[in-house]
C-alpha cells in the first residue's frame, strides 16, 4: 500500500518501534532516507550520559541512534540539541531548544523512570518567576514525531514555502486537505495533500514542503498569497 502520513500515523503515536518506523518511511518517502551513519554513535550517548551523570531513557537514545546526525530532519529552524550540548536545567534534561531561544523542551528528571517519558516544554519569559515546564506530548517518541514533521516544512527553498494566513482561511485549510492526526498541545496542525505537508502554525501561519519543485509551484497556485520564495 505504501507510506501514507495519514494512515500511519495514529499507531505510531502510542508504540515507540512504530515512531521509528513511521520516521524511516516518512524519511524515504519525501527523499531523504535514512542510512546507517546517519545515527549518533554509542560513544557519543555513552560520554553524554558520564558528564551528565545519568542513564538516558531507551527513546532518547534511540532516537538519537536513528538520525541524530540529521539535521536536515530534525533540525532546520528549531535544534535538537547534540548528546554534548544536552544539558539539565530547572529539573529536566534540555534537548531541544527554539530558534531565538523563546522555548526549551525537556523531559522531567521525575520521569526518568519510563523507557518512553513525557516531554514537557518552557517558555522564555519576562518574569521568570512565572515559567514553568508545561505538558508538550505524553511520549519521547511523539515528541520526536512532531519535530519531524513540523521541521520538514522548513526544508529548502526549493521544496518548501510559507505565508501568513488571512481569516478563515485556516478552516478553510481543514476543509480541503486531510488533517494529520496529531495531537498538538502548540495548537499547530497539519495536512496532507498530494505530494504535499502542511502546517498551519497554530493558525496564523502556513507552512508547506513538496516532494518536488513542480509540486510546489502547483499547490501554490492551487492556494494563492504572498508566498515567501516565489
Known sequence: MGFDIVRDLPPALHDRAAAWTFIREFAAGWGLPLGGEDGT???ELAEAEGRLALRLPAAVREAYALFGRRPDLHSNLDTLLSPGELAVEHGA????EENQGAALW????????GDDPPVHVRQDLADKYAELWEPWTDRFSAAVLEIILSEATQGPEELCDARGLGPGEDDELARRFALVPFPSESGQNFYA???VLLSDGGGDWLSVRARDPDTLDRFRALF???WVNA
Not at 525537556?106 to 523512570?113: A, E, I, M, P, R
Request: glycine share 20%.
Open 41 to 43: 554513535p554509542e560513544a
Open 93 to 96: 534534561l534540555v534537548f531541544r
Open 106 to 113: 525537556g523531559v522531567l528528571l521525575d520521569d526518568f523512570g
Open 193 to 195: 495533500a498530494p505530494g
Open 224 to 226: 494563492p498569497g504572498d
